[in-house]
């Protein structure tokens, strides 16, 4: 009986280790097959940073207006990095910049350079020289604006306040208040209003593991485009210049507004 059942185990041991051994070559090859593409955009960002690949010599940064960077929070207490980004971007000819983390290390981080900007220290701890003004510093001609997850439900409290005390003291039809009809551009107006409109931000570089926008404010993202961009530590001086670039020769349909009721034949 138990050389029977030695003999019976022996098929089994061998499938088995047949299916083994088949389930680690189709791993390994899938893990090839995912790895191809990443080496190949780091080798891609190597040849960009070297200067060898010449449609990436020259940004033609007339579409972006506004750049927005979202870091996550952890990531975002890299203030070296946060600089050496900076410093890429200025010296790329991008003008106008809002850094954002829900947590709002950031802002705390660049809060001595703004006050320090009066003294003329700001440069000092940014590697920025220029003048900072409020929440907002220029390195040379770029100019940085900074915004936190709280920046973003204050905004829309007040802004709701404003339009319901607009409301309720506005004009009366009858015994009662008229209805109250609150539109996209009645609530776009509230948040300039309450100074938290700002510019729309025409590309959103994203950094960290979450390929989202980790709460930067929703009423400014309508066109954007956004990009993940992967961990802030393994950042590529390539990789910015191969997300401006890619983002320079998109072409965006912002859409026409038509009537229905005038192209149904009546």
Known sequence: M??????????SIILKLILGLLWGIIHLAISLFNLWPFLIYNLECCLISSGLLR?????HLDRLKYLAIVVDS??????VKIRQLLCWLSAMGVKYICLYDIEGVLKKSLEPAMKGSRDGKAGEYLDIGASINYSHSSHKDMVIECLSGSDGKEGIAKAANLLCSTYLNGDTHGNGKREPTFTEADMASA?????CGGPEPDLLLMYGPARCHLGFPAWRLRYTEIMHMGPLNSMKY????????????KYQNYGKFVNIRDHIPL
């Open 74 to 79: 952890k990531e975002a207490k890299n203030t």
């Open 2 to 11: 138990n050389q029977a059942s030695r003999h019976m185990s022996r098929p």
């Open 55 to 59: 449609k990436y010599r020259y940004l």
């Open 191 to 195: 948040l300039k209003a309450v100074g």
């Open 238 to 249: 390539g990789a910015i210049v191969k997300a401006l670039y890619n983002f320079s020769k």
